[in-house]
């Protein structure tokens, strides 16, 4: 479980096939912290750490491992994963930590484009193009998960929403360098999935007691 309050920056250090895909991602967490087979959110991916160190390629550097299943890969951009790229992540939601943000699985739902991108005074107004099955889930005031980050929706428009991004965020990110275009990892809200479903229960209900 996490919080969608990103708490590092990491880097693709290696990317390999071997059976399911593998990347070594770079961090700035202390390894000695990170218990072999915690989870970690990788742009929002939640991904299983299966090995750690603190030296690559001969010189001082944090990272652990983690394989990636292909049903993972189907449901998000990781297929555009290569070397050097940057992730937003976050460590497991510890009892007794903060929720600062909203509850966030780490399940990815789906992919939404990044069609537009401005200044707002300081902030970034951003407006994402989903799917038409997910968007559905998403409504104005409400939170949705974008690449791990926890974000407020300011507007819906069909399958089309917008929210805004302050510099905080921004600097402790990757989504200072967001450009249009690229495709960011969706997980919608689980209590707007739970109440979409009763909606449908209780239309079905009614349907068939009529």
């Keep these: 479980m996490f919080t969608g309050i990103i708490t590092d920056i990491g880097v693709i250090l290696d990317l390999q096939q071997r059976g399911d895909l593998w990347a070594r991602i770079g ?6 912290s990170i218990e072999l087979g915690a989870s970690i959110a990788c742009n929002g991916v939640c991904l299983t750490v299966i090995k750690k160190g603190n030296e690559f390629e001969g010189r001082s550097q ?32 510890a009892v007794g930590d903060e929720l600062g943000g909203h509850i ?10 990044l069609i537009s991108l401005g200044q707002d005074g300081d902030s970034l107004r951003m407006q994402f193009s989903v799917p038409t099955e997910l968007s ?45 275009g690229d495709q960011i ?22 349907t068939s007691h009529k």
């Design 62 to 93: 944090n990272w652990f491992d983690v394989e990636i299943s292909a049903e993972s890969i189907s449901l998000t951009h990781i297929a555009k994963w290569k070397i050097g790229t940057r992730l937003n992540l976050e460590r497991a939601l």
């Design 27 to 32: 961090c700035s967490y202390a390894v000695d």
């Design 136 to 180: 559905k889930f998403i409504a104005p005031k409400g939170s949705v998960t974008l690449n791990g980050t926890s974000l407020t929706v300011n507007e819906v428009q069909g399958d089309v929403f917008g929210v805004n991004v302050i510099p905080h965020t921004q600097d402790v990110t990757i989504w200072g360098q967001a450009k249009v």
């Design 104 to 113: 966030v699985s780490g399940h990815v739902d789906g992919v939404a484009d």
């Design 185 to 206: 990892n969706l997980e919608i809200d689980t209590m707007a999935r739970y109440v979409a479903r009763y909606v449908e229960r209780l239309q079905e209900w009614k």
